[in-house]
């Protein structure tokens, strides 16, 4: 595979993000949405005959349910992706999260149906986990894929904007909502995010559909190897290393859960800031980040992915400590500055380059296997963080230090995992992981483990 990235037409890698951006948007609009409710309504509707701690918990765990099946989602979806291609997988997953995420907003509650409801809301929820399992490693494949070599990590990026758009739209669509009364709000106010999902869906399907496959899959399914029967076989012999490299480094993730669930909930329950308050913080830092996102995509494609990626850590774990207390103050304004600092500049950091950096350590023929099953399995610390956080929170304005701890031993094991990989900013699209091993047989013979995997 010597066919230079620079052949690709130039309007291509635009593209490919673009559909990147509206699929995670949409993907992530509807989790998130669910995130927030959970943490200010679904006690109240699905577990009500509960104490409000056990609600809160109960509550939680639905959203860290999704969590489970996502790695299971990551070896189907990532299977099919590397062996029919990214677009149809991508197309999808996007319908399969917008059908789930409407079917929500129409669930009856407790008092209605009984046991079932809460029943109904975690298949609907697992649903929501085998979609969002396949998109985001599908998303970073198709635009790297797409993309010229010296600009991958920049188009790369905007998959994650688009999980970041995703986050500020649902948080605008519950900035109304929060401010219902209580009966308008636990009644029918909480649903209307989740029925705005299909408008959302819509739209980013026809961007989506019209996307064409990457050359880089082309070329694989045209050569006389083809493409693996088995990916996830050649992924486990030959790439172990750099998958169990992508779960250790995914833990990172903990920290959007800390500012989108855990703050909110600790802020708005034990330091009365009002939750309009609190989603607006989230409104604004999320605006700054569709800014310092593709700016420090841009800084990785010159100075490479490692020292960004593990700067970003290292100062999410410092940084966890002085964030939390100043959530015990209560003011809207400390909050936001602290938010800023964190989220927008530091959390960002890691988490605009990430697609790039996971995807370049795997050759393409199991590119969208290592990155969907790493980062799923390594995604279930954040998805459980609201429940772990819950449980170990303490008692008075110094009870957050245990999730402080957690949180940033988490972000240190991410710094230390992304230490080990070899730097690939500069290695050719077409060349990723392509590098020949011994005594590989000819299932492995083109999808060798590579010196980044070592």
Known sequence: MTAPTSDLPAAQPRKAALASFMGSLVEYYDFFIFGTASALVFNKIFFPDISPTAGTL???????????????????????????????????????????????????????????????????????????????????????EHADQGKRAFYASWTLNGTQAGLLVGTLAFIPVAALPEDALLSWGWRVPFWF???????????????????????????????????????????????????????????????STFALKYATTDFAVSKSSMLLVSVIANLVMLLSQPLWGLASDRIGRKPIFIGGALGCAILAFPYLLIITTGSFWAILVATLIIQTVVYAAANAVWPSFYSEMFPAK?????????????????????????????EGRMGWVPVAVVVAAFAVVAALAAATAVETHKTDTMRLGEEPVKGADTMTASAPASPSMA
């Open 197 to 259: 999902s299909a408008v959302v869906m819509f739209v980013a399907y026809l961007i989506r559909r019209t996307m064409p496959e990457t050359p880089v899959f082309e070329k694989i399914k045209d050569s006389t190897e083809g493409v693996s029967d088995i990916p996830l076989l050649v992924l486990l012999r030959f790439h172990w290393r750099a998958l169990v490299r992508v779960i250790a480094c995914s833990t990172i993730s903990v920290m959007s859960t800390l500012f």
């Open 366 to 394: 199991v590119r969208y296997s290592g990155v969907a099953i790493g980062t799923q399995i390594g995604f279930m610390a954040s998805g459980f963080l609201p429940l772990i956080a819950a449980a170990i929170l303490g």
């Open 58 to 144: 109960a509550s939680f765990a639905t959203f860290g349910v999704a969590y489970i099946a996502r790695p299971v989602g990551a070896v189907v979806l990532g299977h099919f992706g590397d062996r029919i291609g990214r677009q149809r997988v991508l197309v999808f997953t996007l319908i399969l999260m917008g059908l789930a995420t409407f079917a929500i907003g129409c669930l009856p509650d407790y008092h209605s149906i009984g046991m079932a409801a809460p029943v109904a809301l975690v298949v609907l929820r697992l649903l929501q986990g085998l979609s969002a399992a396949g998109e985001q490693s599908g998303a970073s494949s198709l635009t790297v």
